[in-house]
């Protein structure tokens, strides 16, 4: 049979692994039994594109994922050229086709009510310096939505606080201004005060630092944050680029339309930022959903 000599192809010629052997002869063999039951008189000579994209479109209806389709029909197009290069057929009906995209997960982010909670509850934090540094680095993260390589890099000099505005290096060190509120003027000025008086011969231009007065890391930061959302939150991710997510969402959640939203997140296509809306609609069917008699 075609399809067994390919498997020894893909075992003995390739060094192909077992278990990808076995993924791949499942696949031909679901595929096979696919199409014998369309018509009984097809055949691996005779079947098409369509009956190809057919099968996947079976697969979707069933529940299956686009990666798993996919992995289906890379077997399937492997097949193909096995055969084409032995003669075995005469055609390759899979080379044009395409697999499904797949679908991207929809970001994690903290909702505003416990976004508010933590920072606005004064139980939440200690007196310590430690813990203004932490609140300090949630509302930075919060309000200005910056990555997490971008607030490690943040030096003093990139806080102007007469327009309240940000200088973020992003990535490929371009540059970007970002605004920022009374609120986190009074909280960086706060931090600051408290951090000049606990280092105050510190060798570094960085705005945030850690224990020993230098630059603060990114392992430490993600420490911070974890520890932080963990204060309101139950969800397992709890990272900077969560919160970044949670300033994303609160600002269309709010009116801020997608475009000024790729800007301030430093997005090079508004494609990317458009993820976040897909998360505000889930947020609506929900709202939807528990509000509506009928629904």
Known sequence: MMTEDFLNYLRYERNRSELTVSNYGRSLRDFEAYFKNRDSQLSWESVDSDIIRDWMESMMDKGDMASTVNN???AVRSFFRFALSRKL??????????GPKK???LPYFVREREMDRLIDLPEMWGDSYAELR????IIIFYETGIRLAELV????DDVDFATHQLKVTGKRNKQRIVPFGK????TIRKYMQQRDELHP???SKALIVGDKGLRITRNQVERIVNTSLARTTTQKKRSPHVLRHSFATAMLNNGADLESVRKLLGHESVATTEIYTHTTFEQLKRVYENAHPRA
């Open 153 to 156: 890099g943040l030096d003093d």
């Open 89 to 98: 057929v005469d055609r390759d009906p899979s080379h044009l086709i395409r």
């Open 134 to 137: 932490a609140r300090t680095i």
């Open 72 to 74: 289906c029909l890379s």
């Open 183 to 186: 609120e986190l003027e009074e």
């Open 201 to 203: 011969a510190r060798d």
């Open 103 to 105: 679908q991207k997960p």
